[in-house]
């Protein structure tokens, strides 16, 4: 089997969907949550992003909600932390996969033997250029393009 240096192998592909993966889940989690409410200024809400919660603006409309002096009483608080955890209960498992495909294509990658530029060695010669140059002899299609002597009397 020829495999030039251009041949996509199944290791590569596994290696591009995992880090496809890992780096999709971990972006989508810098992406801020919004609620579909707005607040008593008539601001939307805004929860934080998938690392960290960001409840002042919820908090503090939950507290004037609380003293009375907005009707109706809202709990965006509670709204903000299911959001926040919908989205993490999504994309924390997406980076997990990509991590747990692509650790072990790493891991393989290093442990890999170094290859030569092309050559390959025989168990008769250590030397690579040596190899090459016997199994350039021994090919039949290198022989094709050898003339036959036309004239073989002595």
Request: proline content about 5%; charged content about 25%.
């Amino acid at each position: 089997m020829d495999k030039s240096p251009r041949t996509i192998t199944r290791g590569w592909v596994i290696t591009l969907i995992g880090i496809a993966l890992l780096a999709g889940g971990l972006f989508g989690l810098c992406f801020p949550v919004f609620l579909g409410s707005y607040d008593s200024s008539g601001i939307q809400v805004k929860c934080g992003n998938g690392y960290y919660a960001e409840l002042v603006q919820a908090t503090t409309d939950d507290e004037k909600t609380a003293s009375g002096t907005v009707q109706p009483a809202t709990s965006y608080v509670h709204q903000c932390v299911r959001a926040l955890a919908h989205r993490r209960e999504w994309l924390i498992p997406v980076a997990a996969l990509g991590a747990l495909i692509l650790i072990p294509e790493l891991l393989a990658w290093s442990r890999a033997k170094p290859r030569s530029s092309g050559a390959k060695t025989d168990a008769w010669s250590e030397d690579p250029w040596e190899a090459l140059h016997e199994e350039e002899v021994l090919d039949r299609r290198y022989h094709r393009r050898w003339k036959r002597p036309t004239d073989t009397t002595l």
